[in-house]
Nanobody
């Protein structure tokens, strides 16, 4: 049974940082691309960041970010521990959302939610001004 479990969300002030983690089980994590999406109230789920499996590199491969978070967020993975991370710096109120991790077996990554097969339950991030 595949399980993705996010943690690390919370309530912070603008300018603060948070680091989200997503523990994967039930799959060979190193075979999968992994991504973070977020969904704010009344809005569609949107792409935040993604990272390729990485082959023999346990830190993963290529990665990309939504323009809105580029330069502030960093996605990393530890294939030896089956964990995906999202370090979020200089958080702003517009970053407030439920953040989800997702996986799919592919050599690269996708930008759309429908391409991902496995999802976590989400963790709430709230940024006050």
């Amino acid at each position: 049974q595949v399980q993705l479990e996010e943690s690390g969300g919370g309530l912070v002030q603008a300018g603060d940082s948070l680091k989200l983690a997503c523990v994967s089980s039930g799959r060979t994590f190193s075979d999968d691309a992994a991504a973070w999406f977020r969904q704010a109230p009344g809005k569609e789920r949107e792409f935040v960041a993604a990272i390729a499996p990485g082959g023999i590199d346990p830190r993963g491969g290529a990665r990309d970010y939504a323009d809105s978070v580029k330069g502030r967020f960093v996605i990393t993975r530890d294939n030896a521990k089956n964990i995906l991370y999202l370090e979020m710096n200089n958080l702003q109120p517009e970053d407030t959302a439920v953040y989800y991790c997702a996986e799919v077996q592919t050599n690269y990554y996708f930008y759309t939610a429908r391409e991902y097969d496995y999802w976590g339950q989400g963790t709430q991030v709230t940024v006050s001004s």
